[in-house]
């Protein structure tokens, strides 16, 4: 194995906290959005709460489908940075939103007409059913627009502009609260639309962001698309950002079919585990805000240097990232799991629910340091060019951890809800172990050397 080397001073480049910090506020205002949400539609009825959350596992799920090109196109753009090859980057930047487009429009025909189906393998109860159908179908159109975010943001934070991210977020879901809220609410003698309500504010909100994001390329990065950039593939330079991305959005889709396959089972739990299970992940989400900031940092970093063939620098990055991350991710958890009595108050007033979820909170405890591992080091792994080890090792225990593990725990030996999560706490560890072996042997080091001599012979090229 090739050994890391120091390959000279590091141009300068943001500290791993000025990167941080915007991108944990940014997914956190995203996160108190859902929770919003949930809130809202907890005030009906539990199974209104319900309604929301499976529709949105389904609409989280297709979102996945985008990351096969947001994954790739942030890692090959600070490549190309790195590598101090803009006109690269830029090419690669507006290449992009031609393959969103298309990929958002057929995703979202294809929510609309099959949504009945897709929350059937879900095992939607039937008291359910009559509200997550029609708020499903609103929410495929935000999924349209919501492919062009993801690219054009991806683009943003790769050149750095992580602050410009987090205003552009600030300013979208403070346009989705102040609409959602009349929405499903009413307002006077109008009842409201209730459900829909929240997903026509989300619609609207995505709209703004897309006009929001062209006005900050054109402003920040002196980049404003041609109108055949909307719609003209090419699939030359996507070339490399699929290389990067199929694999990335692989390994996210196949975690996703695992934990939509374990919610399929909490369903058939009952109302009261389905709305305990909705509760509990509502709050784990905010819990690992810290270590998805952390991730999505050393990627954007990482890529950078090995870009400029800094590898040691990406090596050392990546342990501080990981010493930052497990312990801010144990903190959280652990605070979340002591407020639990009261931050659970805040969904619902049924004391099985709160006892329930507050069992689940404890065990996150455990749960949140391995999710750590892999938040971290899968996205920095990725940066380097190693896209596919984190697919290959992490799909069994996904399907036999996870999905089988949650099978077998909370459904054959009836451990009921803790049994799946002693199953996801499982399966994240030896996720997470399993890829900081693969960083600390240094298995990665060969593919951030081809990645920074093609990045390289662009360069060349370009001039």
């Known amino acids: 194995m090739e050994p890391i080397s120091k390959s000279g001073t590091a141009a300068a480049r943001p500290a791993l906290f000025a990167l941080t910090w915007p991108l944990f506020a940014e997914f ?16 009906t009825s539990d199974a209104s709460a319900a309604a929301f959350s499976l529709a949105n596992h389904v609409q989280a799920t297709f979102f996945l489908l985008f990351r096969i090109i947001s994954l790739g196109l942030s890692v090959v753009i600070t490549q190309n940075l790195g590598a101090a090859n803009r006109r690269g980057a830029d090419e690669t930047a507006r290449a992009s939103l031609a393959a969103s487009g298309w990929m958002g429009v057929i995703t979202a025909v294809g929510v609309i007409s099959f949504a009945a189906p897709l929350l059937g393998l879900l095992n939607v109860p039937d008291d359910v059913l009559p509200q997550a159908l029609p708020y499903l179908r609103i929410l495929a159109l935000a999924l349209a627009l ?6 054009m943001a991806a683009v943003m934070r790769a050149h750095l502009h992580t602050r410009d991210a987090l205003l552009n977020m ?39 962001g897309i006009a929001f994001h062209l006005s900050l390329w054109r402003v920040r990065l002196h980049l404003v698309p041609q109108a ?39 369903a058939k739990m009952g109302t009261t585990a389905l709305a ?24 954007i970093l990482v890529g950078h240097m090995v870009g400029a063939g800094h590898l040691h620098d990406a090596h050392q990055l990546v342990r501080k990232s990981l010493r930052w991350g497990l312990a801010t991710s144990f903190c959280f958890a652990l605070t979340a799991a002591v407020c639990a009595p009261w931050v659970l108050q ?82 994240e560890w030896v996720r997470g172990l399993t890829m900081a072996a693969r960083w600390y042997r240094h298995g990665w080091v060969p593919h951030a050397r081809r990645t920074h001599r093609r990045v390289s012979a662009q360069r060349r090229l370009a001039t």
């Open 170 to 208: 600030l300013a979208m879901h403070s346009v989705h609260l102040l609409l959602c809220w009349p929405l499903m609410n009413g307002v006077g003698s109008w009842d409201g639309l209730g459900l829909p309500g929240f997903a026509l504010a989300m619609v609207a909100s995505r709209a703004f």
């Open 228 to 266: 055949a950039d909307w719609w003209t593939m090419h699939w030359k330079r996507l070339a490399p950002v699929l290389h990067i991305g199929l694999p990335g959005a692989a390994e996210n889709i196949a975690y996703r079919l695992a934990f939509v396959f374990t919610v399929a089972m909490v």
């Open 346 to 427: 805040f969904f619902t007033r049924d004391p099985e629910v709160i006892a329930q979820a507050r069992t689940l909170l404890w065990i996150t405890v455990l749960l949140e340091p391995g999710r750590t591992f892999n938040l971290v080091v899968i996205n920095s792994l990725r940066a380097t060019g190693d896209a596919r080890f984190p697919v290959m090792a992490g799909v069994a225990s996904m399907v036999f951890v996870m999905a089988g593990g949650a099978w077998f725990l909370g459904v054959y030996l009836g451990w009921g809800l803790v049994g799946v999560w002693i199953a996801y706490a499982a399966d």
């Open 28 to 43: 956190g205002l995203g996160m108190l959005v859902a929770v919003a949400g949930l809130w809202l539609a907890s005030r």
């Open 276 to 299: 305990t299970h909705t509760y509990t992940m509502q709050v784990m989400y905010l819990v690992l805000l810290a270590g998805l900031a952390v991730g999505f940092a050393s990627e």
């Open 146 to 151: 919501d492919a062009c975010n993801a690219s």
